[in-house]
T-cell receptor, first 110, second 113 residues
Framework: TQLLEQSPQFLSIQEGENLTVYCNSS?????LQWYRQEPGEGPVLLVT?????EVKKLKRLTFQFGDARKDSSLHITAAQTGDTGLYLC??????????FGTGTKLQVIP | KAGVTQTPRYLIKTRGQQVTLSCSPI?????VSWYQQTPGQGLQFLFE???????NKGNFPGRFSGRQFSNSRSEMNVSTLELGDSALYLC????????????FGQGTRLTVV
């Protein structure tokens, strides 16, 4: 059973465009993380959000945690080719277990 | 500081064999989590160890097992390999648990033929 659904599954955009990736669940999470994974590498943590309604910005990336702590979004402004990769959200149920989302594969074309 | 090291990077095994994968966490990190990543199922949680104790386990058969040593290094073992076990196996280390800042290794790519 996949607890975290991400959309879209694939995204191919031109450099300079904006995009939003969604992460949805019917479960309430104590915190939610976003990772980016490049081919042949492990995921790299981008951000952790813990409070419902929280918004965090990391340069051109904006992360939002839903008020009910069941969903999250990642918005990228003016995408660059270096943003290409697999984006994964991960919901934490307590300290010990993290459930990963289905993933969004982003390709930014120059 | 040194990152998370997984060995070996690549492995080819035959059905029915067993395999042991190793993960050396970042110095000072006591939590090690293991994940299986496949194109069809995505990243699936296997288990998490903290100070040599398994604290949580995912929904995998008993053929998948692990352990953690006193120096926090961890191993996972898969017995009686099946074709469907072909995957990228990732470990992640963190100070307190996988919901805190976790650092992943590059993974071990296991192919079962």
């Amino acid at each position: 059973t996949q607890l975290l659904e991400q959309s879209p599954q694939f995204l191919s955009i031109q450099e300079g465009e904006n995009l939003t990736v969604y992460c949805n669940s019917s479960s309430v999470f104590s915190s939610l993380q976003w990772y980016r994974q490049e081919p042949g590498e492990g995921p790299v943590l981008l951000v952790t959000v813990v409070t419902g309604g929280e918004v965090k910005k990391l340069k051109r990336l904006t992360f939002q945690f839903g008020d009910a702590r069941k969903d999250s979004s990642l918005h990228i402004t003016a995408a660059q080719t270096g943003d290409t990769g697999l984006y994964l959200c991960a919901g934490a149920l307590g300290y010990q277990k993290v459930t990963f989302g289905t993933g969004t594969k982003l390709q930014v074309i120059p | 500081k040194a990152g998370v090291t997984q060995t070996p990077r690549y492995l080819i095994k035959t059905r029915g064999q067993q395999v042991t994968l190793s993960c050396s966490p970042i110095s000072g990190h006591r939590s090690v989590s293991w994940y299986q990543q496949t194109p069809g199922q995505g990243l699936q949680f296997l288990f998490e160890y903290f100070s040599e104790t398994q604290r949580n386990k995912g929904n995998f058969p008993g053929r998948f097992s692990g352990r953690q040593f006193s120096n926090s290094r961890s191993e996972m073992n898969v017995s009686t390999l099946e074709l469907g076990d072909s995957a990228l196996y990732l470990c992640a280390s963190s100070l307190k648990g996988p919901n805190t800042e976790a650092f992943f290794g590059q993974g071990t790519r296991l192919t079962v033929v």
